[in-house]
Structure formats: structure tokens, C-alpha cells
């Protein structure tokens, strides 16, 4: 597709399961990033990818925390252990490093996880 | 002090006044900094992007840039009830590649343009 795609859309899980979250950026971008939303609040920076490395994970509230990008192109987070402090909205976007402007970061629709 | 603040909202204006919405950021040796809105239950959307001092103009949005006293504005003229949203301001990203471009958000401000 042409936009950023993220699966599931919604994903209800029982506290201390383990959940991943898949996205799929645009084609070609390079650079790819991960950030959790809560309730009117501002996206919170999780973790950065250009091409297969994580160039900035400083994010990650802890180490049950932890995203792959193996081949450069779809992502996918993994939490291990959840808690209902990790209900939120998890956002995927993606960019061109070498932008005109800068990295024009586009976001995908989102997933939002519920820890019951 | 956050990268990026975003701390007066929420704003109303009456349908056609013009609503300008504040950023100030930390970082003196920040390249470039975006506009996203995002309309309630859904992902935010890129509106305006600026890296230069200055104003930039597109449509009925102005941004403005002033790297000299850290902040960025958003003008919206005309304001319409479609442009009710929340208004994220994001920063900083570099514009060299092989930086660390990670971007980060204000806690965004909620604009309601009343008919």
C-alpha cells in the first residue's frame, strides 16, 4: 500500500502475556520509528531504525521493551510481560533520512493495546 | 526542560479569526521542526514542515520559524470547524543524513473553531 500499515488495529490481551506489533512502512523509507500515545498526551519517543539498526532506543521504558527491523523494512514490536500501564496507542512511522526537509515523518493508523 | 514544549491550550476561536499555536524547544542547534494535526481517535497527519528562519506559507497555514529565540508557531487564517483538532509541534530533525533524526512531540494543543 501507499501509507504506513500497522496490524492489529486493536489488540486486547491479558496482563503478563506477550504481544508484538507489526508495521509495515512506506517503500523505501529508510528510517523508521516507534512511539506510544496515551490519552492527551503528545507521542512518546520509543525507538528509531535506519535501515536494520536501531540508531536510537533510548525509549524503551524497560527491558521488557524490544523492536526488530531485520531486513530494513517491516518492524515489529515485542512487549514481554504486559501491564495495564502498557495500554496506549502505539504508533509506527516512517521517513526519508534524506528528505528536502528533513525527516517528513508519516504515521500509520496506529494500534491500540489494552492490557485487561 | 523537554526537547519540544507546547504549554498554553486549549484554544477556541470563533469560525474565520486566525488561531496561532506556540512551540519552544531546547536545542540551539536544531535543523528543522513539523506541524501535525491529529483529529480526535486518529494518527497524526503532517501539515507543515520548516527548517529555515522565517515564515512559511501553504494554504491557509503559516509557519514560523525563529531559531534566535527558540520557538515555532503555527498560524491557521480563516480558521473553519473542519481545522478542530489537536496541533502537535515536532522537533528536532536533522536535515544531514547519517544523524540521529529522532523526532520528539509536544503534548500538542486542542483547537476548537466555533461556527
Known amino acids: 500500500g501507499a501509507g504506513v500499515s500497522q496490524t492489529p488495529s486493536n489488540k486486547v490481551t491479558e496482563k503478563g502475556k506477550y504481544v508484538e506489533l507489526r508495521c509495515d512502512p512506506i517503500?523505501?523509507?529508510?528510517?523508521l520509528y516507534w512511539y506510544r500515545q496515551s490519552l492527551g498526551q503528545g507521542p512518546e519517543f520509543l525507538i528509531y531504525f535506519q535501515g536494520t539498526g536501531a540508531a536510537d532506543d533510548s525509549g524503551l521504558p524497560n527491558d521488557r521493551f524490544f523492536a526488530v527491523r531485520p531486513e530494513g523494512s517491516v518492524s515489529t514490536l515485542k512487549i514481554q510481560r504486559t501491564e495495564r500501564g502498557d495500554s496506549a496507542v502505539y504508533l509506527c512511522?516512517?521517513?526519508?533520512?534524506?528528505?528536502?526537509?528533513?525527516?517528513?515523518?508519516?504515521f500509520g493508523q496506529g494500534t491500540r493495546l489494552t492490557v485487561v | 526542560q523537554k526537547e519540544v514544549e507546547q504549554n498554553s491550550g486549549p484554544l477556541s476561536v470563533p469560525e474565520g479569526a486566525i488561531a496561532s499555536l506556540n512551540c519552544t524547544y531546547s536545542d540551539r542547534v536544531s535543523q528543522s521542526f513539523f506541524w501535525y494535526r491529529q483529529y480526535s481517535g486518529k494518527s497524526p497527519e503532517l501539515i507543515m514542515s520548516?527548517?529555515?528562519?522565517g515564515d512559511k506559507e501553504d494554504g491557509r497555514f503559516t509557519a514560523q520559524l525563529n531559531k534566535a529565540s527558540q520557538y515555532v508557531s503555527l498560524l491557521i487564517r480563516d480558521s473553519q470547524p473542519s481545522d478542530s483538532a489537536t496541533y502537535l509541534c515536532a522537533g528536532p530533525g536533522a536535515v544531514f543524513a547519517g544523524a540521529n533524526s529522532k523526532l520528539t512531540f509536544g503534548k500538542g494543543i486542542t483547537l476548537s473553531v466555533r461556527p
Open positions: 512511522a516512517s521517513s526519508l533520512l534524506q528528505g528536502p526537509f528533513g525527516p517528513e515523518a508519516f
Open positions: 520548516i527548517y529555515s528562519n
Open positions: 517503500s523505501g523509507h529508510t528510517a
